[in-house]
């Protein structure tokens, strides 16, 4: 009898420990920090919409962000990420206001995410000088993901996403350094990245 006994809690005891675990969740209110590493393409295009054939290039975004979540549907926060444009010519830094929602209180859980700021230059340009922006403007993005918790404080996350950037003024130079008339670009980006919650 007490063999039977203990065989029923520990199996108690496993079916509680496996249901808690399948129970975890994030914290769902307070402050909150967000590491992300993006990589993807990015199609440049001109005002006159051709797309540049030498502005194709692929991009790599890490950013962070930070906020506060009122609940697991509205969080909100501001943050920034950096272009790495490896042609040298559209390296930014666009800062962001954010608006976070989560569908479920559930471990591993979809989400989505807007964003809206301004794209700041850092003096891109190639080395000769071929490209250089001289006036940064909109910033604004989209993601869609799944977060999934490690625990009650950190998750990770896998996510793509649309972002767009604008350059108000963007200066092209010729082969004797000479600039051609200045024009706005708008850099339209699709990524996939990963991403690190921490929740406080």
Known sequence: MKKTILV???????????RAQRHVEFLWRG???VGDASYGININRSADNFSKINDTIAAFMPGLSAGYMFR???AVGAGFYYLGDPTGAFKQIPV???LRSHFSRARLTPYTVLQVGYCLPIGAQT????TKIKEGGLYAGAE???RFAL???TALALHLSYRLLQSNEVLRFDADGKH??????VNHLVLGGLSFYFGN
């Not at 029923?8 to 496996?18: E, H």
Request: hydrophobic fraction near 45%; charged fraction near 20%; proline fraction near 8%.
């Open 151 to 153: 625990n009650r404080a």
């Open 127 to 130: 080395d000769p000088p071929r």
């Open 96 to 98: 962001y206001a954010e």
């Open 31 to 33: 402050a909150y920090f």
């Open 8 to 18: 029923a809690v520990a199996v108690m005891c496993l079916f509680g420990t496996s």
């Open 180 to 185: 051609m008339p200045s024009e706005e670009v």
């Open 144 to 146: 869609i993901g799944a």
């Open 72 to 74: 697991k549907e509205a």
